[in-house]
């Protein structure tokens, strides 16, 4: 005759294999619904960046659009999946000498705890600031920084971030951009 208990057990046993396994199945659609049906962009407003240093930070959705929001002074590129702005990036020139870390406590939506050893580059797991080499206006005596914000991403990783701005850095200081103010 079997007891109760052990009854229990069993059914008890069942019910949260069950569960488990309801679980694991709902996680797995849940994960692909989540699906980026965009391609990832390899330039950002005539910048060239690596399309993979980029897709960390850019969340699944069906269509993405980048969009020039430049002023006098500054370059800017907008970044938006599905009508939401997910990354800004930004060239900027500032009065000659000013730090990185000035120039990030001016423009940080955050402020960012690490950088590099030289100081060159300050950023957070989203965000990011960086000083080009050689890239000054010697009428205005000015020298070019840059930024990457991508506040609109859930994704938070400070050396994926470091690895974009170091990146992304790099290009500009090979535009026109950088020699533009150079006589």
């Known amino acids: 005759m079997k007891s109760h208990r052990t009854t229990a057990r069993k059914s008890s046993t069942v019910s949260i294999?069950?569960?488990?396994?309801?679980?694991?199945?709902?996680?797995?659609?849940?994960e692909e619904e989540q699906k980026r049906e965009y391609a990832v962009p390899g330039t950002l407003c005539g910048t060239t960046v690596d399309p993979d240093d980029l897709a960390p930070f850019l969340p699944a959705g069906s269509k993405i659009a980048v969009q020039d929001?430049?002023?006098?002074?500054?370059?800017?590129?907008?970044?938006?999946?599905?009508?939401?702005?997910?990354?800004?990036?930004?060239?900027?020139?500032?009065?000659?000498?000013?730090?990185?870390?000035?120039?990030?406590?001016?423009?940080?939506?955050?402020t960012p705890d690490e950088s590099t050893e030289d100081g060159r580059f300050v950023y957070s797991g989203f965000e990011a600031f960086g000083k080009t080499r050689?890239?000054?206006?010697?009428?205005?005596?000015?020298?070019?920084?840059?930024?990457?914000?991508?506040?609109?991403?859930?994704?938070?990783?400070?050396?994926?971030?470091?690895?974009l701005i170091l990146a992304f850095t790099g290009e500009i200081e090979k535009s026109a951009e950088c020699t533009a103010g150079a006589e």
């Open 69 to 110: 929001r430049s002023y006098s002074g500054s370059k800017s590129c907008q970044v938006i999946v599905d009508d939401k702005l997910i990354i800004t990036t930004t060239q900027m020139w500032m009065e000659e000498g000013t730090t990185t870390a000035l120039f990030a406590a001016r423009q940080s939506l955050d």
């Open 134 to 163: 050689d890239c000054v206006d010697t009428k205005y005596k000015q020298e070019l920084y840059t930024v990457i914000q991508a506040e609109g991403s859930k994704h938070r990783d400070a050396e994926a971030m470091k690895r």
């Open 17 to 30: 294999a069950a569960l488990t396994i309801l679980v694991f199945l709902l996680a797995g659609c849940g």
